[in-house]
């Protein structure tokens, strides 16, 4: 996979069928399916992988069919996903929730992930550009569209936008949330120690302010991927070890969970601000997919998954369209139709269901007994296995 090709290309002017800005997991997948089917496929990526990424790292079971679909399973499996297979929530008290997940979920950090899928795409023959963003779109679905990257220009008759949940070029597309406060942040830090308690498991802590997840990935790492006010968020951002003294003086059963677990030297990461819920999948006639389409609340574990089936679906949608069988005009209608079907229920359960995870009074609720409602919650967050 060569960064440079991708670019040289796109500034010799390259033709493209479709221009997929953003190579994570819904722009990756899009593109490796597109490929396939024959079409050209640019995608232009601002950062060079492998990166970390803001996030829990926990793939559900609805995910790892797409994988399955993908035929990427064995590659993942092979850089040492980890399986999971229950569910366990911790609420500000210490009364603990536990589930069994409909089906094995994986745990794979996001820097392998996301470099598996995108090396997928472009051995389909996408050709994936690093140190790529994207500074402008134009055009429109009849006229084709010019994709602007610094000191490059490409041209395609379609453009999808798997940007992520918030990127410069939503604001230059005036889409309404970018102006929003926003609430909350995500932070993530690996740690490193004896985590047999996380074998086969992942757990979410609620605290006053927000929520951590711990899950094990490959090489023995722990992740710790958090979403949080923006006092919690600086707090970990500046002073990770005196916030975790905090949260587990407040929970011994986050005590429990951490101990001797140490945070890997380097800064913990910060997010950009985290708007969650619906969000219009099309600006203008650019699809959208991913995050970029709606942001499902990050403790449903379904973000990623959600990224990879509405990648698969905008994917099909796109290859109608190229191939004639839908004409310019119906292509945005027919997105905002299936992306309502596909993320609909999930983006609105989890926001109903939100109050019981931020670690206010209603988390106070989450007690042994609600153990049917987080199975509920675990079904009507998650997409079809
Ligand atoms: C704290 C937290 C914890 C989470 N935990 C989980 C979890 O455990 N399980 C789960 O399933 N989901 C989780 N999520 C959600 C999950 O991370 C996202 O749903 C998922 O990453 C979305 O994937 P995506 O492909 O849409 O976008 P992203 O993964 O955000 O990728 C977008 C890509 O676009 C690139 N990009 C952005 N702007 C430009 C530009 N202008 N030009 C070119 N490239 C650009 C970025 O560099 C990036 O590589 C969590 C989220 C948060 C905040």
Redesign the pocket.
């Known amino acids: 996979m060569s960064s440079d090709d991708g670019i040289a290309a796109a500034a010799a002017g390259l033709e493209a069928d479709v221009a997929i800005?953003?190579?994570?997991?819904?722009?990756s997948c899009a593109a490796l399916l597109l490929a396939r089917g024959g079409l050209r496929v640019a995608v232009?990526?601002?950062?060079r992988f492998p990166r970390p990424?803001?996030?829990?790292?926990?793939?559900?079971p609805d995910?790892v069919a797409v994988l399955g679909r993908l035929g990427v399973l064995p590659a993942v499996r092979a850089a040492g996903a980890a399986t999971i297979r229950r569910f366990t929530v911790v609420g500000p008290s210490g009364s603990r929730v536990e589930s069994t997940l409909p089906a094995p979920a994986l745990s794979l950090s996001r820097e392998r992930l996301?470099e598996l899928l995108a090396r997928a795409a472009a051995d389909a023959g996408a050709r994936v550009a690093f140190d790529?963003?994207?500074v402008g779109v134009d055009g429109s679905l009849s006229d084709g569209f010019v994709v602007r990257t610094p000191g490059s220009t490409l041209r395609a008759r379609a453009v999808l936008g798997?940007?992520?949940?918030y990127?410069?070029?939503d604001g230059r597309l005036g889409r309404p949330f970018f102006r929003a406060r926003a609430s909350l942040f995500?932070f993530?830090k690996f740690l490193r120690g004896p985590a047999a308690h996380l074998e086969d498991r992942a757990i979410l802590h609620l605290f006053r302010g927000g929520y951590l997840?711990l899950s094990l990935v490959e090489k023995g790492r722990v992740s710790l991927?958090?979403?949080a006010t923006p006092a919690v968020a600086q707090e970990a951002h500046h002073a990770f070890d005196s916030l975790l003294g905090r949260l587990t003086a407040e929970s011994p059963a986050l005590a429990r969970d951490l101990r001797g677990l140490v945070p890997e030297p380097g800064p913990t990461l910060l997010?950009e601000p985290?708007h969650l819920g619906r969000r219009d999948p099309c600006a203008g006639d650019v699809l959208l997919?991913?995050?970029?389409a709606g942001v499902v609340d990050?403790y449903t574990?379904?973000?990623?998954?959600?990224?990879l089936r509405s990648g698969e679906a905008a994917a099909a949608l796109l290859r109608e369209y190229l191939a004639g069988e839908l004409p310019a005009t119906g292509v945005t209608a027919a997105w905002r139709r299936r992306h309502r079907r596909l993320a609909g229920r999930q983006l609105f359960f989890s926001r109903l269901l939100r109050p019981f995870f931020l670690g206010g009074a209603a988390s106070r609720l989450l007690v042994p007994a609600a153990a049917p409602l987080a199975r509920l919650a675990a079904v009507v967050t998650r997409g079809p296995v």
């Open positions: 800005v953003g190579a994570s997991l819904a722009g232009l990526e601002r950062a990424r803001i996030c829990g790292e926990l793939l559900s995910g996301d790529a963003p994207v798997a940007w992520g949940r990127s410069p070029l995500g993530k997840g991927g958090a979403l997010s985290v997919a991913g995050d970029a990050p574990g379904a973000g990623m998954a959600l990224a």
